[in-house]
């Protein structure tokens, strides 16, 4: 590890906000062009290691830093990237399930718009806080995560109430599925 990095981990470390600073200055294109080359767009790759700074300053990430600072730095956009890329492809996957499921009739109804009005009424009898759960996790695509921050609940509560709605719509639903 060359002094420079030595020098400005320390001071990170220690919480000074001038070598946090200096080190964004120093290492975000460069970490910008490592993002870039697994995400593979530049705007998403900006984004990422924004984020990856602020997610270092706020939860103190160099606090235990143990390599030197530019493989910890290259190693975390790696690792970020390839959780994005991952993350994605999941996205890719719902989305493309969810438009087979709008465009297939469900086999007991004869309109596609028959189960989602099954689907709407189901919801409407699961416990409010089940309900809002399902309708953050399936109607609006967060992650459980995403829905405990908003929520403002652990992310154990979240698939607890998820299970649970699951469990009552499914059995209002009976036999009504999205999919032939």
């Known amino acids: ?103 297939a009739a469900p086999p007991d109804t004869a309109e596609p718009n028959e189960f989602w009005e099954q689907l709407e009424q189901a919801v409407q009898q699961v416990p409010p806080m089940s309900a809002r759960v399902f309708k953050l996790t399936y109607f609006s695509g967060m992650k459980r995560k995403e829905v405990a921050l908003s929520l403002g609940i652990s992310p154990s509560t979240v698939k607890h109430q998820l299970a649970r709605s699951l469990r009552i719509v499914r059995s209002l639903l009976g036999n009504a599925q999205p999919y032939q």
Not at 19 to 43: H, M, N
Not at 73 to 86: D, E, F, P, T, V
Request: glycine share 2%; net charge positive.
């Open 1 to 103: 590890m060359n002094a420079n990095d030595q020098l400005l981990l320390n001071q990170l470390k220690a919480g000074d906000m001038t070598a946090f600073a200096e080190v964004f200055r120093l290492y975000r294109r460069w970490l910008t062009y490592v993002a870039y080359t697994f995400l593979e767009d530049e705007t998403e790759a900006q984004d990422l290691v924004q984020d990856f700074f602020m997610d270092c300053w706020e939860k103190g990430l160099f606090n235990n830093v143990t390599v030197s600072l530019k493989s910890f730095l290259h190693c975390a956009i790696r690792n970020r990237s390839l959780n994005r890329l991952r993350d994605s492809a999941l996205r890719r996957k719902k989305l493309h399930l969810l438009s087979q499921a709008t465009t």
